[in-house]
Structure formats: structure tokens, C-alpha cells
């Protein structure tokens, strides 16, 4: 999935204008509205000329801080659009914001894709680049340009160029099959890594690298895997009797923690891959500790214990001891997930006859519900790597939601029968 050639795109057009107020999205602002932008076909032809534009404007849109603006209205067209815009012809249809592109075979038989963010208002170009690639990976091109153009216009990082790996389930309820299978963000190019054969439950990614951990019933007994998606290299970590949720890794790639149950208890442990040597974090008789997830320093540990009475939320240091509770609203807590900036812990609530997926400040401070669900079940969820995005699993479906909690939910597409217990990738390299 390699993309052969990026460079930037200067502003060599030299276009000027008179100077307006930049397009800038402040996404936090509660009175934001998305920006409207105009995505029309790139010129060249052919597939990836009308295909990767669509990418692009599907990443933008479904974000929910993006307007595409209806193609019927648009005035200039692709190959007169490469001369530089009209933004006369852009600013009537009250777009803001302006991708222009083309796709040009090369002697090869790569494609070079180029691309040109601009401002209407200020009649400038704001970024621009140019990829050099196989056709076979049009899709990727889409989603590597829609994450310039969402940097470029909201200062965060993009997380289009990402995969989810979740379990996809078929059959009736009483041989369901359970394999472990992957996806675009998107919900395309979706393929399974395991054939069915054995039971196969939450998997994990590594925060540096396309590696999983994913646990597997092996003759009936737990076992731990470590997959690696490039190669389809996979290897076994151990076997773990008391495992009950497969381990996550540690922020730099070389530890993972898990919990195992041992004796009526639930402890949590932490294995160094490349030893392989295990050590015990907590050691509390009667408790059950479980769900544990480091934070992105890799200096402490949320975790879910009913060590109070009840099932909540606890932090400690990477080396264990010393726990606090931070979840105190009403029903059980589980599965915390800390952010990739460090600012959050999204977490499932249970009460009410129902599941919230919610998110909290590692203090247990400004904790904020972003989901109800009253009809099905709902919890498992996994950041996308800017921090920005949260998927989940409702019934049998994969969902995400904006931390803001202000944009709507979107579901992504599935193979049929159902789908749970997606792990968002870090960005592809």
C-alpha cells in the first residue's frame, strides 16, 4: 500500500487576488458550522480522475465539519480549473473552500495525483500536493488528501489514512462464527485474517506500528496472538488460562498488559515482548481488575475494578499501586480506553436499562455522555488516532461519533451478520 512519491505543491499558478478573511474551521467554537467546500472530478479522466475526488469528498463530509457542496452548481470545470480557479464562479455557490486536481498516467504505468487546496475568500492557495502511485491504490490517494485538506483547515491531524480490524460475526446464533477481519476506516476493502475455524475475540492494535494482539480459542483455551497485517506474520504470545480480554500495548510498542483471573481474582499483569517475562500489577484478593489501558506517556494505567463494591474506574502508575478512583456518576464502568492526546478516557456506562458511551478527563472530571443506547448493546470503543473520533459497537454494528457530541453518528458499512469490538489503527506509514 505504498505510495511511491509525495511532494508539495507550491503556488506556482502565482495567482493574486484581493486578500479576504482566511477559511479556517474552529471546531470546538459550540456555534461552528461545517465549512462548505467544492470537490469537483479532477481533470485527466478515467477512474482515479472522478474516483479519487469522491474519497475525498466522502472523508470530508462524514467527519461532520465539512459541507460538500452539490457538483450540479459548480460553474468552472475540471481542465479549466487547472489554469487556476475563477473564485468568482466558486464564491456565488458560497463555497469556501475550493479542491482542484488531476490525475495523469505516467510511461510506467503509475499515475501521478495532484492536488490544490484553496481559499475562495482570500483567494489564495492554502496547501498542495502531488502523489505518485500504482492504480490499485486509488482509495488510499483519496484518503491521504482528504487528511492534508482536514489538517490544513481544522490544525488537527487527519485519520483518514487508517484501518479498523474488528470481529466479524455470521451464522445463526447457535454455531455463531467469529473471525477477526479488517477494514478502511471508511468501511471499504474489508477482508478476513482468520478463517472462521476457532473463536476469535477483541482485538488490538499497536499505537506505533500495523501489528495486533487479538485472543483465540485454542482447543478451548485462551491463547494470545501477535499479527502482523503487512507480512501475515503471526505469532504466539501465550497461553492464559484466566484470560478473559486480549492485551494492549503499551504506547512505545514493547510491553503489553492484560488481566487474568486466578483463583476466584482478576489481577492485572504487564508482559515485556521482548523477554516475554510477565510481571503482576495489582494483587488485591477478592477484587476483579480488568480492561486496563496505559496513557500516551506510557506513566499510568486506567483500568475498571469493583475493588470499592461496584464496578468503576480507577488510574495508577505503570508500575502499579497507589490507585485512585475517577469515574462517580451513577451505574458501572468499563472498558476505558485514554486518548492519543492524553486529555480524555472514553468508557462504557451501564444503568438505567441501558449502555452510554462517554468520555471523561483523567481526574474523573467533565464527564460528558456522547451516545445513549436503550435498545441494544453498546461499549467497546477505540480512538482514531488524532483523538478527535471515537468508534463503537451498537448491536451489530460499527459506529462513530465526534467527541464534541455535536455531530451526528455515522455507521459504517459491514459485511452481513454483524460486526463488533473495533480497534482503530495508528496512521499508515
Request: aromatic share 10%; glycine share 8%; net charge negative.
Given at each position: 500500500?505504498?505510495?511511491?512519491?509525495?511532494?508539495?505543491?507550491?503556488?506556482?499558478?502565482?495567482?493574486?487576488?484581493?486578500?479576504?478573511?482566511?477559511?479556517?474551521?474552529?471546531?470546538?467554537?459550540?456555534?461552528?458550522?461545517?465549512?462548505?467546500?467544492?470537490?469537483?472530478?479532477?481533470?485527466?479522466?478515467?477512474?482515479?480522475?472522478?474516483?479519487?475526488?469522491?474519497?475525498?469528498?466522502?472523508?470530508?463530509?462524514?467527519?461532520?465539519?465539512?459541507?460538500?457542496?452539490?457538483?450540479?452548481?459548480?460553474?468552472?470545470?475540471?481542465?479549466?480549473?487547472?489554469?487556476?480557479?475563477?473564485?468568482?464562479?466558486?464564491?456565488?455557490?458560497?463555497?469556501?473552500?475550493?479542491?482542484?486536481?488531476?490525475?495523469?498516467?505516467?510511461?510506467?504505468?503509475?499515475?501521478?495525483?495532484?492536488?490544490?487546496?484553496?481559499?475562495?475568500?482570500?483567494?489564495?492557495?492554502?496547501?498542495?500536493?502531488?502523489?505518485?502511485?500504482?492504480?490499485?491504490?486509488?482509495?488510499?490517494?483519496?484518503?491521504?488528501?482528504?487528511?492534508?485538506?482536514?489538517?490544513?483547515?481544522?490544525?488537527?491531524?487527519?485519520?483518514?489514512?487508517?484501518?479498523?480490524?474488528?470481529?466479524?460475526?455470521?451464522?445463526?446464533?447457535?454455531?455463531?462464527?467469529?473471525?477477526?477481519?479488517?477494514?478502511?476506516?471508511?468501511?471499504?476493502?474489508?477482508?478476513?485474517?482468520?478463517?472462521?475455524?476457532?473463536?476469535?475475540?477483541?482485538?488490538?492494535?499497536?499505537?506505533?506500528?500495523?501489528?495486533?494482539?487479538?485472543?483465540?480459542?485454542?482447543?478451548?483455551?485462551?491463547?494470545?496472538?501477535?499479527?502482523?497485517?503487512g507480512t501475515g506474520r503471526q505469532e504466539v504470545l501465550g497461553d492464559f488460562p484466566g484470560m478473559t480480554y486480549a492485551p494492549r500495548f503499551s504506547p512505545d510498542g514493547s510491553k503489553v498488559i492484560m488481566s487474568m483471573a486466578q483463583d476466584g481474582d482478576s489481577s492485572l499483569y504487564v508482559m515485556d515482548l521482548s523477554t516475554r517475562r510477565v510481571s503482576r500489577l495489582t494483587n488485591t484478593p477478592g477484587v476483579i481488575d480488568t480492561s486496563p489501558s496505559y496513557s500516551p506517556d506510557g506513566s499510568q494505567i486506567v483500568f475498571n475494578s469493583d475493588r470499592g463494591g461496584s464496578q468503576q474506574l480507577y488510574v495508577m502508575g505503570a508500575g502499579g499501586g497507589g490507585a485512585t478512583r475517577i469515574s462517580f456518576g451513577s451505574g458501572r464502568y468499563a472498558t476505558p480506553v485514554w486518548s492519543p492526546r492524553g486529555d480524555l478516557i472514553a468508557f462504557t456506562r451501564m444503568g438505567g436499562g441501558g449502555f452510554q458511551i462517554g468520555v471523561m478527563k483523567p481526574d474523573g472530571s467533565g464527564e460528558r455522555i456522547l451516545s445513549q443506547g436503550t435498545g441494544a448493546v453498546q461499549e467497546g470503543p477505540t480512538w482514531a488516532p488524532n483523538g478527535r473520533v471515537l468508534m463503537f459497537y451498537r448491536g451489530s454494528k460499527l459506529v462513530s461519533i465526534d467527541i464534541s457530541g455535536r455531530i451526528p453518528e455515522w455507521v459504517r458499512s459491514k459485511p452481513a451478520g454483524g460486526a463488533s469490538d473495533p480497534a482503530w489503527s495508528p496512521l499508515l506509514q
Open positions: 500500500m505504498a505510495v511511491a512519491c509525495v511532494v508539495a505543491v507550491s503556488t506556482a499558478l502565482g495567482l493574486a487576488g484581493p486578500v479576504g478573511a482566511q477559511t479556517e474551521l474552529l471546531i470546538d467554537d459550540p456555534n461552528f458550522k461545517p465549512i462548505p467546500i467544492a470537490i469537483p472530478q479532477f481533470a485527466g479522466g478515467g477512474q482515479l480522475a472522478s474516483g479519487i475526488p469522491g474519497v475525498v469528498a466522502a472523508d470530508l463530509q462524514n467527519s461532520g465539519l465539512f459541507e460538500v457542496v452539490n457538483p450540479a452548481s459548480y460553474i468552472q470545470s475540471p481542465d479549466a480549473l487547472q489554469a487556476g480557479p475563477r473564485f468568482e464562479d466558486w464564491a456565488v455557490i458560497n463555497a469556501q473552500a475550493l479542491v482542484s486536481g488531476n490525475a495523469i498516467g505516467q510511461a510506467d504505468g503509475r499515475t501521478r495525483v495532484e492536488f490544490r487546496l484553496w481559499d475562495v475568500y482570500a483567494q489564495t492557495q492554502l496547501t498542495g500536493y502531488a502523489y505518485v502511485t500504482t492504480n490499485d491504490n486509488w482509495r488510499r490517494i483519496g484518503h491521504l488528501i482528504a487528511d492534508q485538506i482536514y489538517k490544513a483547515l481544522t490544525g488537527e491531524e487527519g485519520y483518514f489514512d487508517t484501518r479498523i480490524v474488528y470481529i466479524a460475526e455470521s451464522g445463526p446464533s447457535t454455531r455463531r462464527v467469529k473471525r477477526l477481519a479488517i477494514m478502511d476506516q471508511d468501511g471499504e476493502n474489508n477482508r478476513y485474517l482468520t478463517n472462521g475455524n476457532d473463536l476469535v475475540l477483541t482485538p488490538r492494535f499497536s499505537p506505533n506500528s500495523q501489528e495486533i494482539t487479538y485472543m483465540s480459542y485454542f482447543n478451548n483455551r485462551p491463547r494470545v496472538y501477535l499479527f502482523d497485517i
